[in-house]
T-cell receptor, first 117, second 113 residues
Framework: GAVVSQHPSWVICKSGTSVKIECRSLDFQATTMFWYRQFPKQSLMLMATSNEGSKATYEQGVEKDKFLINHASLTLSTLTVTSAHPEDSSFYIC?????????????FGPGTRLTVL | GNSVTQMEGPVTLSEEAFLTINCTYTATGYPSLFWYVQYPGEGLQLLLKATKADDKGSNKGFEATYRKETTSFHLEKGSVQVSDSAVYFCALNSGGGADGLTFGKGTHLIIQP
């Protein structure tokens, strides 16, 4: 199966700083990647769809100026949480869409735990 | 909008017991349905999927049938093992592969030897 990595796996930052999270497809090219957010004991909520070479599409209620997404290459998408606050503390998960098979499949990264102090 | 409802856990079973995790959905059009599994410390992995009504997805002894009339996609396994302990997520996608997934809250399954 395809492999998706995320870096870092966990990060702690001070309130007001910015944090960048990377999502990489290691053995396939992904023109489309997705960013999800998961609160404790809650489902994954889609934040945005990231398309290589174009602007991300954000879900309703997600602040695009706060959660900056850049998909500059076919194997890398980044999510930057700008001016982070404690309420941004969460588990952020990315997925990458693999079109190679007969049916497209989303492969997920292991997630990044963000704690804002 | 789309939504997925699945039974909340934790669900605790003994090894070799029969497993059912219920999942129902609300969606426009004809969604594809998925079950994902998350083992401790790992990312979500696709367990099985079904793309149209009456399709049965199966993998690793797990099965789920796409029931349009009851808008359900219940996960079943005849005999669970300790290694099946994980969190299971039901999900749907109504716009084809290029759309993100709508997830249920996840069900934590604990299998005791």
């Amino acid at each position: 199966g395809a492999v998706v990595s995320q870096h870092p796996s966990w990060v702690i930052c001070k309130s007001g700083t910015s944090v960048k999270i990377e999502c990489r497809s290691l053995d396939f090219q992904a023109t489309t990647m997705f960013w999800y957010r998961q609160f404790p004991k809650q489902s994954l909520m889609l934040m945005a769809t990231s398309n290589e070479g174009s602007k991300a599409t954000y879900e309703q209620g997600v602040e695009k100026d706060k959660f900056l997404i850049n998909h500059a290459s076919l194997t890398l998408s980044t999510l930057t949480v700008t001016s982070a606050h404690p309420e941004d503390s969460s588990f952020y998960i990315c997925s990458a869409l693999d079109w190679r098979g007969a049916e497209d499949t989303q492969y997920f990264g292991p997630g990044t735990r963000l704690t804002v102090l | 909008g789309n939504s997925v409802t699945q039974m909340e856990g934790p669900v605790t079973l003994s090894e070799e017991a029969f497993l059912t995790i219920n999942c129902t959905y609300t969606a426009t059009g004809y969604p594809s349905l998925f079950w994902y599994v998350q083992y401790p410390g790992e990312g979500l992995q696709l367990l099985l999927k079904a793309t149209k009504a009456d399709d049965k997805g199966s993998n690793k002894g797990f099965e789920a049938t796409y029931r349009k009339e009851t808008t359900s996609f219940h996960l079943e396994k005849g005999s669970v093992q300790v290694s099946d302990s994980a969190v299971y997520f039901c999900a749907l996608n109504s716009g084809g592969g290029a759309d993100g997934l709508t997830f249920g809250k996840g069900t934590h399954l604990i299998i005791q030897p």
